[in-house]
């Protein structure tokens, strides 16, 4: 929450990640968003094109553009739940890469 200059009281945060994102970091977080969101979407992609990881690779992909779209109408941050979900199906997503790649190298 952001208190207003020269006010006692705190207001909340801004229902959006975007505008959120940029009053509390600014350009350089912003663009920092995009470049994370952008990597594990690319990376997501790559691994797509493998037929035994087609699955998780749009598992990613469709999870963080979900959070993307949701993003636009909610600060999803601080949204316990969602981040939750979303920090699980990605590590399991890539952890399923990491095994993939260990098993190819061995």
């Excluded at 994102?21 to 350089?28: E, N, T």
């Excluded at 493998?50 to 699955?55: F, K, S, Y």
Aim: hydrophobic share 45%; net charge negative.
């Amino acid at each position: 929450s952001f208190p207003f200059p020269g006010s006692i009281q705190e207001y909340g945060h801004v229902h959006n990640n975007i505008l959120q994102i940029l009053a509390m970091s600014g350009i350089i977080g912003l663009v920092g968003y995009f470049y994370l969101m952008g990597t594990i979407c690319l990376q997501a992609y790559k691994k797509s094109s493998i037929p035994d990881l087609r699955v998780w690779g749009l598992t990613i992909i469709l999870c963080t553009t979900e959070l993307i779209i949701h993003g636009m109408f909610d600060y999803t941050f601080v949204t316990g739940p969602v981040m939750y979900t979303y920090s699980f199906l990605i590590g399991i997503s890539f952890a399923a890469f990491a095994i993939r790649d260990e098993e190819r190298h061995n």
